[in-house]
């Protein structure tokens, strides 16, 4: 069975800190990790990563992943109140009947305070 | 484009009571997705459809869950009868292509079966 595990799964760190979410992954004909945030509602789309060791970087965001070890991490580097959320990791793979998925992770809530 | 839109935004219906839960996804997506989230299990695939057609629903709990998608612009997750485990927030999402892509979120509907 296709699984994704993050860690942690919950943290609480100051503004201005720097934080790394892990995410690891088990699955089967893999093609691509995702992760995205999710507030109060939707999730909304950080990073999309197909290849290892490029990094992907979005402002205060950053992302690498590692198709050897099967992880990534999502780094936030001065991080704000509004980083406040729960991080989804995603891992997109074929599966045996052919069609494609995305198994999530639980998430990881980061909490950012003040 | 107004983004993926679900309806209602909240549900509370009674066990045993018919429960239709709605979404539009975004013009010109080929591929609808419907997730179910849950603290417990995290966020997990029901069924998705491509061109209207389904092509995975390997996710549907059991016989009480029906997806239907009768055009390219409406799709509705049908759950009769509810059951109070069926309490969750259930997200539709939809992406141009099947892999290597974002999928974007609906607000989801957030169903509590009492």
């Known amino acids: 069975e296709d699984k994704v595990v993050q860690s942690p799964l919950s943290l609480v760190v100051h503004e201005g800190d720097t934080v790394t979410l892990n995410c690891s992954y088990e699955?089967?004909?893999?093609?691509?990790l995702l992760w995205y945030k999710q507030e109060k509602k939707a999730p909304t789309f950080l990073f999309m990563l197909?290849?290892?060791?490029i990094e992907k970087k979005s402002g205060r965001l950053s992302s690498i992943l590692d198709k050897k070890e099967l992880f990534s991490i999502l780094n936030i580097t001065a991080t704000q109140t509004g980083d406040s959320a729960i991080y989804l990791c995603?891992?997109?793979?074929?599966?045996?009947?052919?069609?494609?998925?995305?198994?999530f992770g639980k998430g990881t809530k980061l909490s950012v305070i003040p | 484009d107004a983004g993926v839109i679900q309806s209602p935004r909240h549900e509370v219906t009674e066990m045993g009571q018919e429960v239709t839960l709605r979404c539009k996804p975004i013009?010109?997506?080929?591929?609808l997705f419907w997730y179910r989230q849950t603290m417990m299990r995290g966020l997990e695939l029901l069924i998705y459809?491509?061109?209207?057609?389904?092509?995975?629903d390997s996710g549907m709990p059991e016989d009480r869950f029906s997806a239907k998608m009768p055009n390219a612009s409406f799709s509705t997750l049908k759950i009769q009868p509810s059951e109070p485990r069926d309490s969750a927030v259930y997200f539709c999402?939809?992406?141009?292509?099947?892999?290597?892509?974002?999928?974007?979120f609906g607000q989801g509907t957030r169903l509590t079966v009492v």
């Open positions: 459809f491509n061109n209207n057609v389904p092509i995975d």
């Open positions: 013009s010109g997506h080929d591929y």
């Open positions: 197909t290849s290892s060791g």
């Open positions: 699955v089967t004909n893999f093609r691509s």
């Open positions: 999402a939809s992406s141009l292509l099947e892999m290597n892509t974002e999928a974007f």
């Open positions: 995603a891992a997109g793979a074929y599966s045996g009947a052919g069609s494609y998925q995305l198994t």
